[in-house]
């Protein structure tokens, strides 16, 4: 069965591997036969969570690596490739957002924003594209957005408009690098239960009316997402962003009305 993904010997880098969306991704392609560089900024979380991919029979190597600093970055892609082996493909879930109204957000934060949720990308992204061609080779790229990112988001500007770069600037990378094979896709988190957010107080209740599901999601959800763009059953997809979100983002005001929520606009951008 596992044969369908064709991620079999697949060498993967999960940046932001060491919790999370991005444990779960390793977790999950582990289990379909993917080999894997776990890169997280605290190696202790590396080591963990590829211990456990090992543990299950997949070969997996960690990483410690800071992506905001550009030399640790490159290093650390230079490393796994000598290392792990040729990269195939990349997962990369690593991001946060500031908040604060567009009148009290500094230029510092605007450009945190920007540094932990596009700029990295685009780094990371750009040194794993051109060693694939430089081989030849196909592969896949998987980015995490956010619903933020296409809609407004109000209070964390910054952030949602590093997300909506990052759409831009993988549909620019979808094209560029086609016609080789090279596909680079995201999956855009609506509000998921991850380690920084676990609960989130008298608000969690309002996601039964705000989410169609009616539940936040969980990082199973998103390394499925993740996976999917990864493997072979998606030859034919690049340059999307596929919001993974219980319907929040399909659901119309009326339609939140209806439900007794008052609607409330992004507020659904953490990663991790």
């Given amino acids: 069965m596992r044969s369908l993904f064709g ?61 905001l600093n550009d030399d640790s970055l490159v290093a650390a892609i230079e490393k796994i ?3 792990l082996g040729p990269i195939d493909g990349m997962a990369t879930i690593i991001g946060m957002a500031a908040w604060a109204p567009i009148v009290e957000t500094s230029m510092d934060v605007w450009d945190q924003d920007h540094r932990r949720n596009l700029r990295y990308f685009f780094l990371a992204s750009r040194e794993v594209g051109k060693r694939l061609l430089a081989r030849g080779a196909p592969g896949s790229i998987v980015g995490v957005a956010s619903v933020d990112g296409i809609r407004s988001s109000p209070n964390h500007a910054s952030y949602g408009a590093a997300k909506a770069g990052l759409i831009n600037l993988v549909k620019t990378m979808a094209v560029e690098w086609s016609g080789q094979g090279i596909r680079v896709n995201l999956v855009a988190p609506g ?29 199973d959800d998103i390394a ?3 996976t999917i763009f990864l493997s072979d059953l998606t030859p034919y997809v690049t340059g999307q962003t596929l919001a993974v979100d219980g319907g929040f983002e399909a659901a119309n005001v009326l339609y939140l009305n209806s439900q007794g929520a008052t609607p409330r606009r992004g507020t659904m951008g953490v990663d991790a």
């Fill in 191 to 219: 509000g998921i239960v991850t380690p920084r957010l676990p609960h989130m107080g008298v608000a969690e209740a309002r996601f039964e009316n705000v989410v169609p599901m009616k539940r936040r999601g969980t990082v």
């Fill in 81 to 83: 490739d000598k290392s």
């Fill in 7 to 67: 991620l079999e010997g697949k060498r993967i880098v999960v940046l932001g591997g060491g919790q999370g969306m991005g444990e779960a991704t390793v977790r999950l392609l582990a289990s379909l036969g993917a080999e894997l560089a776990v890169v997280d900024l605290e190696a202790s979380r590396a080591e963990r969570v590829a211990a456990e991919a090992t543990a299950v029979g997949a070969r997996a190597l960690p990483f410690s690596a800071d992506v």
């Fill in 224 to 226: 499925k997402a993740i």
